[in-house]
Every structure is written in C-alpha cells, then in structure tokens.
C-alpha cells in the first residue's frame, strides 16, 4: 500500500500530471472526470446526456406505490423498513450512466485518480461548489465520515459490499482516498462512487444505528416536505439543488414533487392507481397486464401502457432453497425438486405466454452460461474440477437446459424422473408420504409475503403433493417477512434478484460463504462452496471485460447445477402504466427506463385532474 505523506502526493500529482508513475516505474495511474471499468466512456465532455432533454420544463408530480410499510429514512443501517424514493436526499461521488455498464460520471466529485491496470486506492477531488441542502460544503471530512461509519455501523451487506476497503484517508479539504486490502480491485472505485455521502455534522448528536423519521440532511435534488407515517411520503424538489447544471443532470429531476403510496396488498395497489391515487404505475402481473386494463379510463385514452425493453440482465426470479435446513442440504433432494416446477403450463394457463423459462442468473445477456463450457471457461474450471460434488461436476459440463413439459398441466414425464433421482437417493414413499433416509417425512413451509404469488405457486406445491412431498404456505406480512428473511428463517421462498452487466462484489453477498452466516445479507441459499468463492473472486479481480465474461459464465454454471434455487420465468423489459400527463425523452436509455428524465405535460395534467375532479 502507498502512503498519505504529504510529499508524497505532490510528487505524485505532479507525475500524474506529466504522465504515469508506479512505485516499480511506469504504470496507468490516470486522472480522469468519469470512472469506466473495462470500457470507454462515451460521454466524456457533452453538455448533457443523450436520454435527456435539457430544455424540459419542470414542474408537476410523479407518485408512485411502494408495498408494505416504512419506520425509516436511514436506508443504510439496515435497521426496520426504509423509505423508498430517500435516494433523492443525497447525492453520491459520481453518477451512473444509463446507456453504459460499468461507467460514471463527475457528481460530488469532479476527478478520480487510479490506475486502471493495478486498482489498489482511489482519490477522488470534490467538487468545491458541492453543497448539502442547508448551504454547508461537502467536504472529504464528510466523505471519511460517511464510510467510517458505513464499515462499522451500516448493514452487514453494506459492510461486506465495500469490505475491500482498508482506510479512508482526507488529503485536503477536497481530495479524499481510498486505499484497499487487495492489490487490485477495479471495481472498486465504482462501488465507492455510487454510496451516498453523509453530512457528518448532521450525525453529531445522533445514532446512525437507531431507526428514525427525522429528516436527514443530505446534498441531493430533493428535500423531504411531508411524511405520513406508513402510508406515503412526499418530497420537493430543491429550488436550490447546487448539481442541476452538471452534464449528468440537465433535464434531469424535473417533477417538482415525487410521491410514495404505501399498500400492504397489490391488488389494492392497482385499485388505487386506477383511481388516481397515484399517477404510475409498474405492473408484474402477466394476468392483469394482457386482461386488467380494460376500465373508464384506460378506455377513455387517459391511461397509457409503456413497454420497456432494456439491456439488462433479466431480473433473476426463483424458488429459493435454503439449505441450512435439512434435507435441503442435499443436492440431490434439490435436483429432483427441480422437476416439479412446471414452466410450461404456467406461462400457458397463467402468464398468457408472456414470460420466458430462465436458463441462466445473467438470461438477456453476453454473461449468460450457454452451450458446454468453451475453452476458456474450461480452463478456469479445470483447477476446480476435483473439488466438485459429481453432481455439479456433472452440471457445469453439460449443456444446460431446465427439464420441460408439454403445458398440459400434468408432467407426467418430470415427475417420473423426479420420483427416480429420489428413491436412488435412499428416499421413500411410504402411506402416500415422502420419507428420508432416517424415516422422517419431508415437508416444508414456503413463506411469502405477497398473496397474489399463492396462485402462481399452486402447480408447484401439487407436483411436489404427488410425490408425496408436503408444503405449506405461509403468508405473512411485509415487516414479519422482513425479519425472517434476516434470520434465514424460511424453508422455501421466493425470491426477485436484480443482476447487473457488471458484476463484482455483490457477487459475493449473493453467493458467498461469509454472507451465508450473516444476518441480513443476501445468500439466502445458504451458500457455503469454497469452489463458488474462489470464482467470485475471479469476477471481482477481472482484468478486462472478456475475463469478467469468461468467470461470470462459470460462476453461472456453478450456481445452476448446486440446484440452490429453481430458476423460474422473466421479461426483456418493463410493464409501465401511467396517466397520460407525462412526456420522455425521444432517445431512451438503454439499462433504465429513465424517469429520472421524464417530465410532466401542464395541458394533460389538468385534462387528467379534471377527469378524476368529475368522478
């Protein structure tokens, strides 16, 4: 690790100045005015960003529904249920762009200072105008504060996420760095420059730990204006937003009010929004999407449906097994629970086709495992190999393809394969009974906290019924389903895991064995594989985009044949519903649909509050 001496980082300066320096000669130590990992920024220089229309009027409110309930402004501690939309409060280092993965570019800091090549600390220079909402500076104090605390008191996911950082150090006033552990992390600076920054003076008399509904001061384009406890809250735009010219931010945040509407249930979600309760509308339901719009006014052409179809890796949804509990911990109990899953049917009976079979954590993407490995991933498998349950070995060799029926609702064939794999695993039936190898009989709970999933979960529990495996529901709500997730008190679940072109550390939250033993993390399987942490590893220290490819393919196989989760159905894009008073930019992004963008139309506005006045 380099030291903080002042000398130091002026002759360090003034060598990155000339050119590039390393501690062992040359090396690509660079200042640059965006991040970009494994790519080039696109953007570097423009005035404002392509998806956006820097002359949108501002004005109006974008209201949306959030599920369940909320106790808490502080989304970072971990601590009860946070607010949705508190994001807007607070500014982060740098900002991501929509159209590139694994890009950002200047936010509260204008420079960043690495090398690319040999990732081991980052300086990032502040922006001098940077200010939070109350007129203070942001300052690198606020920064160091802001990570000092996030490493001891925020989430373990947080702390696990960002656990390759080894010290925040203030240089000046303006230039905070960042060193780490290991000698090489590109990620890194990425994940560093996306977390909010903190005022420290706000936390002088406060616990960071502690839930609260006290305002929280931070540098962002919006200010919270009213909180209806665990119903809706409401924020306004800063009139005073020290960031609204910045290129990443002209003709962004043009609402002048964003507004969160709480249901615990979402069906009465979809009631409120055809009511005008709340003005947008995301909708997951393949029944209601092809069936539940025809009403007074979506008929009246007041309400516009919106197809989005991005670029992004399919939102990965499944049946999660948690195998800390027994006989999940058996693969091959897993495996045969595989074949009861029916995707087929489903999607004909229930989805009206709408949906696809996922294949793959990264389906609708270049890091989706496909085929039998190729050269490359085989040479990153070979070391591996011996260590395998031959199960997996098995797996990860094959051409990987999730068993299918013939959508006639019986899958006779799969649950004949099902019922083999278990008796020559030492299960039997015994009085219509599945039994283990100890004579106990195999049930489980399957907990959920959303009851429109009972039906979509049906044919799964009747397939499993007929090998004589029993599974109760076990509906709860959004709190208590809360709570147990972070007690991995469940036996099965389900589960909604967004993935992104550019995996890194997450990685490791969602599937390593550190995060299995920790409460609130996100390896809800469980996951325990030395084989399976060494590849995330491999992933987090990829040296250029087609090594990241090549370790996220294998890390694709390992997970699919552990038979950790059953895979179900996605979409290439998003279900939108909205009251026509909304107009977009013509060039939408390509990783996000972007409301961040969008603006309100005066004129439809008052057509649509005129309409709901009559009603």
Request: glycine share 6%; hydrophobic share 35%.
């Amino acid at each position: 690790m380099r030291h903080s001496q002042a000398f130091f980082f002026k002759t360090l300066s003034l060598l990155v100045g000339l050119g590039v320096f390393s501690m062992n000669g040359f090396a690509a130590i660079q200042t640059t005015p965006y991040i970009a990992i494994h790519t080039q920024a696109k953007y570097k220089g423009i005035a404002s960003m392509p998806y956006a229309n820097p002359d949108a009027p501002k004005g109006g409110i974008l209201s949306q529904s959030s599920n369940g309930t909320f106790d808490n402004l502080n989304s970072m501690n971990g601590k009860g249920s946070s607010t949705d939309g508190i994001n807007y409060v607070f500014d982060s280092l740098m900002s991501s762009s929509l159209d590139e993965p694994g890009v950002m570019y200047p936010l509260l800091a204008k420079t960043a200072t690495f090398d690319p090549e040999q990732t081991h600390f980052v300086i990032f220079e502040l922006n001098p105008k940077a200010r939070f909402s109350d007129g203070t500076p942001v300052t690198a104090q606020d920064v160091k504060f802001s990570f000092d605390t996030y490493q001891s008191k925020a989430n373990p996911g947080l702390q696990m996420y960002i656990s390759d950082l080894a010290k925040t150090e203030v240089l000046s006033k303006y230039r905070v760095k960042f060193s780490f552990k290991s000698q090489n992390n590109a990620e890194m600076p990425l994940i560093l420059a996306s977390l909010p920054i903190y005022s420290q003076k706000d936390w002088k008399n406060r616990d960071f730990t502690r839930v609260t509904l006290q305002p929280i001061l931070g540098s962002g384009p919006y200010l919270i204006e009213r909180i209806d406890p665990s119903r809706s809250i409401t924020y306004k735009r800063n009139p005073d937003y020290w960031g609204k010219d910045l290129p990443v931010n002209r003709g962004r945040y043009n609402f002048e009010r964003l507004k969160y509407v709480y249901y615990r249930n979402l069906d009465i979600a979809f009631e409120g929004f055809k009511s005008g309760q709340f003005t947008l509308h995301e909708e997951f339901t393949a029944r209601k999407w092809v069936t539940g719009y025809d009403f007074p006014a979506f008929r009246a052409g007041l309400i516009k449906k919106y197809k989005f179809k991005h670029e992004n890796p399919m939102t990965t949804q499944s049946i999660v097994f948690n195998t800390r509990h027994a006989p999940l911990n058996d693969i091959r109990l897993r495996r045969a629970l595989t074949y009861a899953y029916d995707f087929e049917w489903q999607n004909k009976a229930l989805f009206y086709g709408q949906y696809q079979r996922l294949q793959s954590y990264f389906n609708n993407s270049e890091l989706a495992a496909t085929g039998q490995p190729s050269p490359a991933e085989l040479k990153v498998l070979a070391p591996f190999m011996s260590r395998l349950n031959p199960i997996v070995r098995q797996g990860v060799l094959s051409e990987w393809k999730y068993p299918a029926s013939d959508a006639s609702g019986f899958n006779r064939s799969s649950l004949l394969n099902a019922r083999k794999l278990l008796i020559d695993a030492g299960y039997r039936v015994q009085n219509g009974q599945l039994r283990d190898r100890q004579g106990k009989p195999v049930q489980f709970e399957l907990l959920i906290h959303q009851d429109s999933l009972q039906r979509t979960l049906m044919s799964f529990i009747r397939n499993l019924k007929r090998l004589g495996i029993t599974v109760n529901i076990r509906l709860v709500d959004t709190p208590q389903y809360v709570e147990r997730m972070r007690r991995n008190d469940f036996d099965l679940t389900t589960m909604a895991l967004p993935q992104s072109l550019s995996p890194g550390n997450e990685q490791s939250q969602f599937w390593g064995s550190a995060a299995a033993d920790q409460a609130g993390n996100y390896n809800y399987s469980g996951i325990k594989d030395p084989v399976i942490d060494a590849v995330i590893e491999r992933v987090i220290h990829s040296q250029s985009r087609e090594e990241l490819i090549i370790n996220t393919k294998v890390l694709d196989r390992l997970l699919r044949a552990g038979y950790y989760q059953i895979l179900t159905y996605g979409k290439d894009g998003n279900w939108y519903a909205y009251w026509d008073m909304y107009e977009r930019p013509k060039q939408s992004p390509k990783l996000s649909v972007g409301f961040d963008y969008w603006w309100s139309n005066p004129d439809k506005a008052k057509k649509v509050a005129d309409y709901l006045r009559k009603k």
